[in-house]
């Protein structure tokens, strides 16, 4: 009998983990899943029956396309590897005889006593291709990131060392991450965060001022101008400050450094004419998250003292399972506003979830809800983050 909760159904869906397990061919794969569906659906559940095939191998060879001898070498196949056991009268009938009390034909509960196994096999396949799915999007975000901090490098100083150094290791970045295994990724990944840390600290020892910062002396520009707390509404169209178009390529970057194959993200903060770092410090930002938030930051930033913009982005892909947010929503606001501005509105969706007033209910439908806006245009993102930071303040 199958394990509490397990029907028929959710043995068929076991068939690529079987197949894999068991070092099946396809054909042998597709015959041991016709062998199951000519069986009774209640036998899998009955502990007093055994699910049995009853079918002929003629049968089963017209049903396959097959020959009668192919569909004969898979039965020996499954019967060796442990799948099923074979009993038929010397004229090679199956069927029940004798009121049930004789069974012939292809008794699949060997396989029965193979399920749990496989259900936790299936169940590490599955978290293992989440595990790669996440360090996928983190590199796909880290990587997005290093292109905006580039940018910003280039025009304050595009022919600085590290510059160079920086834009030759965007260009060799891979274009897909398909082909990449686990080690592969979280070898890349590392790369990325050292290159992302490198290119942020270089931006912010070269933010324009009246004096030349101490080595290692990371700015913290705060809110001190009125353009500082309005509506972030405009369209990806609007020119940087600097003039350069919204979708500009990295200057002087080497071919094809810029084209890489995930999605490419609007940016949604064109029309938010300060970096949101700028703005918003990482200090105000870190003491307005929600000490659920600031534990992610704490892992993700180690020995920082605060967190940089791929930390918030990272502890950001990191709590969405605890919100109940469905990777696809963070896809779409990602791709409508940006990583780092998708991060700061998971911020405010996670410390508005208790909020007396309005609290947030669903925080998928919310990040969801926020990057509609944004593609409209009308997302005030600046607003609820001035409040979330004034309210941290006042308590």
């Given at each position: 009998?199958?394990?509490?909760?397990?029907?028929?159904?959710?043995?068929?869906?076991?068939?690529?983990?079987?197949?894999?397990?068991?070092?099946?061919?396809?054909?042998?794969?597709?015959?041991?899943?016709?062998?199951?569906?000519?069986?009774?659906?209640?036998?899998?559940?009955?502990?007093?029956?055994?699910?049995?095939?009853?079918?002929?191998?003629?049968?089963?060879?017209?049903?396959?396309?097959?020959?009668?001898?192919?569909?004969?070498?898979?039965?020996?196949?499954?019967?060796?590897?442990?799948?099923?056991?074979?009993?038929?009268?010397?004229?090679?009938?199956?069927?029940?005889?004798?009121?049930?009390?004789?069974?012939?034909?292809?008794?699949?509960?060997?396989?029965?006593?193979?399920?749990?196994?496989?259900?936790?096999?299936?169940?590490?396949?599955?978290?293992?291709?989440?595990?790669?799915?996440?360090?996928?999007?983190?590199?796909?975000?880290?990587?997005?990131?290093?292109?905006?901090?580039?940018?910003?490098?280039?025009?304050?100083?595009?022919?600085?060392?590290?510059?160079?150094?920086?834009?030759?290791?965007?260009?060799?970045?891979?274009?897909?991450?398909?082909?990449?295994?686990?080690?592969?990724?979280?070898?890349?990944?590392?790369?990325?965060?050292?290159?992302?840390?490198?290119c942020v600290t270089a931006v912010e020892m070269r933010q324009e001022s009246s004096g030349v910062?101490?080595?290692?002396?990371?700015?913290?520009?705060?809110?001190?101008?009125?353009?500082?707390?309005?509506?972030?509404?405009?369209?990806?169209?609007?020119?940087?400050?600097?003039?350069?178009?919204?979708?500009?390529?990295?200057?002087?970057?080497?071919?094809?450094?810029?084209?890489?194959?995930?999605?490419?993200?609007?940016?949604?903060?064109?029309?938010?004419?300060?970096?949101?770092?700028?703005?918003?410090?990482?200090?105000?930002?870190?003491?307005?998250?929600?000490?659920?938030?600031?534990?992610?930051?704490?892992?993700?930033?180690?020995?920082?003292?605060?967190?940089?913009?791929?930390?918030?982005?990272?502890?950001?892909?990191?709590?969405?399972?605890?919100?109940?947010?469905?990777?696809?929503?963070?896809?779409?606001?990602?791709?409508?506003?940006?990583?780092?501005?998708?991060?700061?509105?998971?911020?405010?969706?996670?410390?508005?979830?208790?909020?007396?007033?309005?609290?947030?209910?669903?925080?998928?439908?919310?990040?969801?809800?926020?990057?509609?806006?944004?593609?409209?245009?009308?997302?005030?993102?600046?607003?609820?983050?001035?409040?979330?930071?004034?309210?941290?303040?006042?308590?």
């Amino acid at each position: 009998m199958l394990p509490k909760g397990t029907q028929r159904s959710d043995v068929e869906r076991l068939l690529p983990v079987i197949r894999r397990a068991f070092r099946l061919s396809e054909a042998c794969a597709l015959t041991l899943l016709a062998f199951i569906q000519a069986t009774r659906p209640s036998d899998w559940t009955d502990p007093t029956r055994d699910p049995v095939c009853h079918a002929m191998q003629t049968a089963m060879a017209q049903r396959l396309g097959l020959t009668p001898r192919a569909v004969r070498y898979h039965e020996i196949t499954l019967e060796r590897a442990g799948l099923l056991t074979k009993t038929t009268a010397a004229d090679g009938s199956r069927g029940s005889f004798a009121g049930g009390r004789i069974v012939q034909g292809l008794s699949l509960a060997p396989l029965v006593e193979h399920v749990p196994q496989l259900l936790r096999a299936a169940a590490e396949e599955e978290a293992g291709r989440l595990h790669d799915l996440g360090l996928r999007r983190q590199c796909s975000a880290a990587r997005r990131v290093l292109k905006g901090a580039l940018q910003r490098l280039l025009e304050r100083a595009p022919t600085a060392p590290e510059t160079r150094d920086l834009l030759a290791f965007y260009g060799k970045l891979p274009r897909r991450y398909d082909g990449l295994d686990t080690a592969d990724l979280e070898s890349l990944l590392a790369s990325l965060d050292e290159a992302v840390e490198k290119c942020v600290t270089a931006v912010e020892m070269r933010q324009e001022s009246s004096g030349v910062p101490e080595p290692g002396f990371r700015l913290s520009i705060q809110v001190t101008t009125k353009d500082n707390s309005e509506s972030c509404v405009a369209s990806a169209d609007v020119k940087r400050p600097a003039g350069t178009p919204a979708d500009t390529p990295l200057v002087a970057a080497p071919p094809g450094a810029d084209k890489g194959r995930e999605p490419q993200a609007r940016d949604f903060q064109r029309g938010h004419k300060p970096h949101w770092l700028e703005t918003f410090t990482p200090r105000r930002l870190y003491a307005a998250c929600s000490e659920d938030m600031r534990m992610y930051l704490d892992a993700v930033k180690g020995q920082r003292a605060l967190p940089n913009e791929l930390d918030l982005v990272r502890a950001a892909l990191l709590i969405l399972p605890d919100l109940g947010i469905n990777p696809s929503a963070w896809d779409e606001a990602a791709e409508a506003m940006g990583d780092l501005a998708a991060a700061l509105a998971v911020i405010v969706i996670d410390a508005r979830r208790f909020d007396p007033v309005r609290p947030i209910r669903s925080p998928g439908g919310a990040l969801r809800a926020f990057a509609r806006l944004a593609m409209a245009g009308k997302l005030n993102l600046a607003g609820s983050l001035i409040g979330l930071v004034e309210r941290a303040r006042t308590e």
